[in-house]
């Protein structure tokens, strides 16, 4: 079955302590990216990646780190949390660079302490 | 960044009726696509119109795209229970461009 996983689904952590949150998806897509959501402010782009090795910054990509080492995988890494990344998670891939469907994952709801 | 901006924001309307939403965007369009999603789930791609399409149908769906005017519009005819969702449009430009906050719509039995 074609889909993208992220592990975990749920995290509750502390101010400081280094997390990663992992996306892999099995459809040999190109393109990933990772999106927060927040409560009236839509889904905004943290990081994408157009190929192994090749990432960018989003619109809000303070506070993160990403990697793509592996065409199926790009963790967003977190490595001192802060209460204002509390949020919702969503890992995304898509054939090319966006411009087709973005096959989205089912979420990581991240509560920092 | 050039998120879009959906409209209204939030929707209620009886089952059966027909719900339409907008979405509009600063910045030219080119394959704009709408997105479903149920409370707290991913998206879900719904259908996508590209820069030279004004009118695209599929199943219950009708989205239509004004390029000069730089909108698009996502009509759900004899709408259900289960459409109960948010509803995001996505514009592609750039790799950076982003949804919008969405509109968030109610089917009421």
């Known amino acids: 079955e074609a889909q993208v996983t992220q592990n975990p689904r749920y995290l509750i952590t502390v101010t400081g302590k280094k997390l990663t949150v992992t996306c892999s998806q099995n459809?040999?897509?190109?393109?990933m990216s990772w999106y927060r959501q927040d409560p009236g402010l839509g889904l905004r782009q943290i990081y994408y990646?157009?190929?192994?090795?090749?990432?960018d910054k989003g619109d809000v990509p303070e506070g993160y780190k990403v990697s793509r080492k592996e065409k199926r995988n790009f963790p967003l890494i977190l490595e001192s949390p802060s209460p204002n990344q509390t949020s919702l998670y969503f890992c995304a891939s898509s054939s090319t660079t966006g411009g087709n469907e973005q096959f989205f994952g089912p979420g990581t709801r991240l509560t920092v302490l | 960044s050039q998120q879009g901006e959906e409209d209204p924001q939030a929707l209620s309307i009886q089952e059966g009726e027909n719900a339409t939403m907008n979405c509009s965007y600063k910045t030219s369009i080119n394959n704009l696509q709408w997105y479903r999603q149920n409370s707290g789930r991913g998206l879900v791609h719904l259908i996508l119109?590209?820069?030279?399409?004004r009118e695209k149908h599929s199943g219950r769906l009708r989205v239509t795209l004004d390029t000069s005017k730089k909108s698009s519009s996502l009509l759900i005819t004899a709408s259900r229970a289960a459409d109960t969702a948010s509803y995001f449009c996505?514009?592609?430009?750039?790799?950076?461009?982003?949804f919008g906050t969405g509109t968030r719509l109610t089917i009421i039995p």
């Open positions: 119109i590209r820069s030279n399409e």
């Open positions: 990646s157009m190929n192994v090795e090749v990432t």
């Open positions: 996505y514009n592609f430009g750039n790799e950076k461009l982003t």
């Open positions: 459809m040999n897509h190109e393109y």
